[in-house]
């Protein structure tokens, strides 16, 4: 059901009920007072056939199901507004005898009493679905409230687990900066032991050497 739809619902069933007791007032009224309620009555007959226009449009732009639905409504309401033209056109006739004049104020406050109750009917229904609706649109939002909390929980969770990767991420470079100051220096002492080697192996070749040049001439003597 539209909200739209509903809410001119609404005003055309408390617009009717209020016409509805004025023709029933205006029946016992005379002169310039009869003037003036029947001008009211009037104007309040074209305010609610402006609102069933707008519901006719917001009618005929819902789906076909809901709009059949909505549709049938409009008809009774068309023939409640087409009996209160009726009602005026009596009034305005005038120069009603007295019985004819009693007798169209008992049907007038009958007709009235049955269109008040119909039309409170009609209003208590629109407006328990416009309850029912705001209860939707409040679980609604009671729901989007809660997704939107489980959201922000999410992102302080993705939050901390960047602050984790990126603390991570800088022991890992850390590490990394380590391992090559340490292979430099196992690289520069691998070359001095090498160099050192090769400094013992020439001066041992040296003593060897002289070792054997000094039992040489010593042998030859």
């Not at 209860?135 to 929980?153: A, P, W």
């Not at 990394?176 to 080697?197: C, E, F, P, Q, V």
């Amino acid at each position: 059901m539209s909200n739209v739809f509903e809410g001119y619902e609404r005003q055309y069933c408390e617009l009717s009920a209020n016409l509805a007791k004025k023709c029933t007032a205006a029946i016992a009224l005379n002169g310039e007072q009869k003037k003036q309620r029947v001008s009211e009555i009037k104007a309040g007959i074209d305010e609610a056939e402006a609102l069933i226009r707008k519901m006719d449009l917001e009618a005929r732009s819902l789906q076909p199901n809901v709009r059949a639905v909505l549709l049938a409504k409009l008809r009774e309401y068309k023939s409640d507004l087409n009996n209160l033209k009726s009602e005026v056109k009596k009034i305005v006739s005038g120069n009603l005898n007295p019985s004819a004049r009693d007798e169209l104020l008992e049907s007038g406050m009958a007709d009235a009493l049955t269109a008040s109750n119909d039309q409170r009917t009609r209003l208590m229904t629109a407006t328990e679905r416009l309850n029912k609706t705001s209860d939707r649109v409040k679980d609604s939002r009671r729901t989007m409230l809660e997704t939107e909390e489980l959201g922000v929980s999410i992102l302080h969770d993705l939050h901390s687990q960047r602050q984790s990767l990126l603390h991570a991420h800088n022991t890992l470079h850390g590490v990394d900066d380590n391992i090559g100051k340490s292979k430099k220096i196992l690289t520069n002492m691998s070359r001095r032991m090498n160099r050192n080697k090769w400094i013992i192996s020439g001066v041992v070749l040296v003593l060897v050497v002289a070792i054997i040049l000094i039992l040489y001439f010593k042998l030859s003597k």
